[in-house]
């Protein structure tokens, strides 16, 4: 069965620092992976997405994401944050589930950001 | 194009009443999804449907119904609503070849007194 496992439920950086958020993944096949985000009150946003080749991905907003196939990981970066990032991040596996896609979904991680 | 819209955004409901949330989109999309999120718990599947007149149970589908009349709309029903309900409901959709991808609408903050 596909998981998502998110270890930081909560992270604090000051403006300007770089981020890194952690996602690890379990799943048979090749996955394809996803990193959303939700502003609070509002919806889930696509910041990125993985399918296959170029193992780092660039995302909107200046977001990227390496998979790493060895140790099941695709963790999200950011070199420098800015205020407005502050919000919570969702790392999703996607699959096939009787002729949809199933997305799992990760716990989450809530970013605060420092001025 | 509106993408993926819900109505209504906020609900106050009492024990055992009932209601349903309207999700509906423009993108033409085959494939619709109900979510909850809870705190601490990411988002989990309640239900969905591959196409008009289909449906399938999810990960957490118990205490709910849901019908795909029409294409562009999905409904989610509570017919007897549970404390336990209290939640934010996301409907999402996506489209054969999509690989995944999911579109997902603002939400609907639902709380059950």
């Known amino acids: 069965a596909q998981s998502v496992t998110q270890p930081d439920i909560h992270i604090t950086v000051s403006e300007g620092a770089s981020l890194e958020l952690r996602c690890n993944y379990s799943?048979?096949?090749?996955?394809?992976l996803f990193w959303y985000v939700q502003s609070p009150g509002q919806g889930l946003q696509l910041l990125l997405k993985y399918f296959s080749g170029d193992t780092l991905v660039q995302g909107i907003k200046g977001f990227e994401a390496e998979f790493k196939r060895s140790q099941s990981s695709f963790n999200l970066r950011k070199p420098s944050v800015h205020w407005s990032d502050a919000a919570e991040y969702f790392c999703a596996v996607g699959g096939p589930i009787q002729g949809a896609q199933k997305l799992v979904f990760g716990q989450g991680t809530r970013l605060t950001i420092n001025p | 194009n509106a993408g993926v819209t819900q109505t209504p955004k906020f609900r106050v409901l009492k024990t055992g009443q009932s209601m349903t949330l309207l999700c509906a989109q423009d993108m033409n999309h085959e494939y619709m999804y109900w979510y909850r999120q809870d705190p601490g718990m990411g988002l989990r599947l309640i239900h969905y449907s591959v196409g008009e007149g289909t449906t399938a149970k999810g990960e957490v589908p118990d205490g709910y119904n849901v019908s795909r009349l029409k294409k562009q709309n999905f409904l989610l029903g509570l017919e007897s609503a549970a404390p336990s309900q209290t939640s934010v409901y996301f409907c999402a959709s996506s489209y054969p070849g999509g690989l995944g991808e999911q579109f997902f609408g603002p939400g609907t903050r639902l709380t059950v007194l």
């Open positions: 799943y048979g096949a090749t996955p394809y």
